[in-house]
């Protein structure tokens, strides 16, 4: 297991939120995932408006949360849009807080799974005030969607990133940072990986999904790449239809490095909550979210939890939706 230093950074004021446009959903987006025992459905058509300044303070004022929301109550799926990549980090801050303190005092532990790009830095709201201070760090499980199979101070290391970024500034107690071992090869370090999780679901820090029999992680925090892949599962590769193994590895992976370790779809859809956090023009092309005639399924497609899906979109991912 790795270990985390802990300190804490000075603390900030959060922002004041503004809204200069909106979103509205005129159709959920319909995604099928073939699963043996997974038939789920996503869709999502969206639409952004710009509105005058008059409207927007109006809608603005009407608000209680920061950006603007449109959520599908049948599905338990929202969309969430906001003006910067700045307003998205303050709300996607409280939104893991507010679930860290929800099932620590339900089950005295929160098991969180984070990815690697842009995600660390839109987390960085939580190592500064209230969170810091506020949030019940010693309840925290942390866990990684994906990870290169490189050591854990190479520039290409998921665990560097969000050390580096976020957990050597929170007293999270280092036996519960749950990293991979670099040690082995790709394929020994998913097995290691997935009898790591096997037993943290026997000794009830993980939940079990009852409907999957798949670990029911609490919160999941992925982004996603410009082709739309989630985790290490990329468009068009065989792993999109693995529904037996918790983790598996990738060793020709079409971003460099080749190796790497991943959680399977059925894991990522087993969780209680999804946020999908996505920033950047770059990070939201139009065939990564399906609309390419000539497309095939795009793993982006496939994400469609158990529980609650979450999209954080700024500005600039939203204008290519």
């Known amino acids: 297991m790795a270990t985390a230093a802990s300190s804490l950074t000075p603390s900030t004021s959060l922002p004041k939120p503004s809204r200069p446009f909106s979103i509205s959903i005129s159709q959920l987006p319909q995604v099928s995932l073939n699963f043996k025992k997974l038939n789920c459905s996503i869709s999502c058509a969206l639409k952004i408006s710009r509105r005058t300044a008059t409207s927007t303070a109006t809608k603005a004022s009407s608000m209680a949360s920061s950006g603007i ?146 670990p029911k992680f609490d919160l999941m925090l992925v982004g996603m790449g410009p082709d739309g892949h989630v985790a290490s599962l990329f468009p068009g590769h065989p792993l999109l239809k693995e529904n037996q193994k918790w983790v598996t590895h990738i060793t020709d992976s079409p971003k460099p490095p080749p190796g790497r370790i991943t959680f399977t779809f059925p894991v990522i859809n087993s969780s209680s909550y999804i946020a999908l956090v996505v920033c950047g023009a770059g990070k939201a092309s139009q065939t990564a979210l399906g609309k390419s005639q000539n497309s095939d399924v795009f793993p982006v497609q496939m994400v469609s939890p158990e529980g609650e899906l979450k999209w954080f979109l700024d500005r600039d991912a939203a204008s290519k939706l």
Do not use: M
């Open 69 to 214: 929301t449109t959520v599908d109550q049948n599905n338990k799926k929202a969309v969430e849009v906001f003006d910067t990549e700045e307003e998205l980090a303050v709300s996607l801050a409280k939104y893991t807080a507010d679930l860290s303190d929800k099932f620590a005092k339900e089950r005295g532990s929160f098991t969180v799974v984070v990815s690697g790009g842009s995600l660390i830095k839109s987390l960085r709201k939580l190592v500064q005030a209230p969170y810091v201070d506020s949030i019940d760090w010693s309840k925290w499980h942390v866990f990684w969607v994906d990870e290169r199979v490189v050591p854990k101070d190479h520039p290409d290391s998921n665990y560097k990133l969000a050390f580096d970024g976020f957990l050597s500034k929170v007293p999270i107690p280092p036996g519960n940072v749950h990293a991979i071992n670099d040690a082995l090869s790709a394929e020994g370090a998913a097995d290691d990986y997935e009898t790591c999780l096997k037993h943290l679901v026997h000794t009830g820090v993980i939940e079990k999904s009852s409907v999957s029999g798949f």
